[in-house]
Every structure is written in C-alpha cells, then in structure tokens.
C-alpha cells in the first residue's frame, strides 16, 4: 500500500483491510499522522515505520538484491512457499488464522 498526499486532500477512501495492514505494521499513532495528514514521508522515515525491509543507494541495489537471491535460492523452495502462505493467512485472518499447525505436519 502505498500513500499519496492526494488521497487526504480530495476526500479518497481506503478499505479496511488497508488500514488495519497499515495500523498492523506501523502503529495506530503514525497511522493516524500519514493518513490523517497526508504527508510524505523520505525513504528513511519509512525505514524507521517499518514500511520498507531495506534502503539501499542507487549504486548498490544490484549487489543488494544480488545478495538477496542467493540468500533465498539457499533455502528450501518448498519451505519458503509454506511459509510465505502462513504468514499472507495471519495477515488476512489474523490470529483466527493461526491453526493446528498443519504445515508442520505436512513437512
């Protein structure tokens, strides 16, 4: 999700899911700064909200994302898929969507 200035100013809604995803990582306090002000924010505010993983400068996003793959082309591809599914389930149901730990029966 990502925030524009313009929402704010001319009256724009965003859905539920939106806000809560944002309330979720960043706090309901810097929620209510970005969406009831509008403002932007600089690469490294983001960073310190949590909104981005990682900053890089231009010159060195090819190593970075370089490195990156390699850390995950070294994990097991069929754990990386259980888990990126665990975590976009508590995501959407939150802890509703904590279950009985079935992927770790599956494995």
């Not at 929402?7 to 309901?28: K, M, P, T």
């Not at 505010?45 to 981005?52: K, M, N, W, Y």
């Amino acid at each position: 999700m990502f925030f524009h200035e313009r929402e704010a100013r001319l009256g724009l809604l965003y859905s539920d899911r939106e806000v809560w995803r944002l309330a979720l990582r960043i706090g309901f306090a810097r929620s209510r700064d970005l969406l009831f002000t509008g403002r932007r924010v600089s690469a490294a505010e983001a960073f310190t909200f949590g909104l981005v993983e990682r900053l890089s400068e231009a010159d060195g996003l090819d190593a970075m994302l370089d490195e990156l793959l390699q850390q995950f082309s070294a994990c097991a591809p069929r754990a990386l898929r259980n888990t990126k599914e665990q975590l976009l389930r508590f995501e959407r149901e939150g802890a509703a969507g904590v279950g009985d730990d079935k992927a770790a029966e599956q494995a």
